[in-house]
């Protein structure tokens, strides 16, 4: 298979980390075009010996597949900008934007893709040593498809086909699995706080129970990693919750329905007996 020359348009974290990565394994990383031309250099020092671009045009000019890394509110504005030649890839890394957001380079005969890795890139260091192992959502047909399968496994990932339409639905999933942990462990640092702990005391002493609910669901699946008074069917502990949450804030809704899905969860790992369950039904949902 021939080497593409690979090219980035907006030089962010996500860039600097795939170009890096790929630069390690040996792929041709031709260079970049940011807005700032500090965020060019910064991602070239990772992946010598690409160059910094003056503009998208004359990047484009120079790569055979060029991944347009900006946030997704501008892919669209960028890519109508340029003039695309025919047989070119171009790819966005959005997991909620559609391939539609690339449709004026694909009137001028590029193939368009998208490239969405299921992974959060804050610095790219650290993104960097999560590539391998984790998944990425590419949309794609013939070549880009091929190659796109082949860039995955440069870096170890596991590459999932996406359907057509279903991006919207994938990003929500992403999102209840990444960002909304954290308005949960934020909850829980407002009542670490409320015991009279320090508020930074509240994470290194949480993370390690978070890091090991995670690791019993990676082993174990999600209804047996289910711990706490709902896998117990302690129902009077789980009353005194609900009273408390009450007290505190504006309503119980939050906590109300956490306690339903686990109770699903709980019930499909078998541990619970039909009275147990019936009984937790009664306190959980009371309105
Ligand atoms: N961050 C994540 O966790 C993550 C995960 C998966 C996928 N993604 C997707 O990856 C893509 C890039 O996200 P990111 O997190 O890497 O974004 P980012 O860190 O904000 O980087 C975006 C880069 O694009 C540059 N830029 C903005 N507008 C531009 C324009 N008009 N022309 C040229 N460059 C422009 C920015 O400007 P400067 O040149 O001024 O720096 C910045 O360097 C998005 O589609 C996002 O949805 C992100």
Redesign the pocket.
Known sequence: MPTLGLGF???????STLSAAWSASGESIIGA????FD??TALLARCPPARAFVS?QELVSNCDLVFV????S??E??VNEITWRAGQFVV????A?ELALLRHAQTCGAQVGGF??L????DPDVAREHLAGSSVAIEATGELHTQLYRLAAQLKMTPLTLRAGARLRYHLAGNFAASCMLALLAEAANLWEECGFERDTALPALMPLSLGTLDSARRLGLAKAVSGPVSRGDTATLARHLELVAQRTEGDVLYREILARLLDLAQASHRLSEKQIAALHSVIDQI
């Open positions: 348009i907006g030089a962010g974290r996500v860039a075009y940011s807005r700032s965020s060019s998208a890394t900006v946030p997704d501008a892919i504005e960028v966005h890394c959005s997991a934007g969405h890795p992974q959060i890139f804050s």
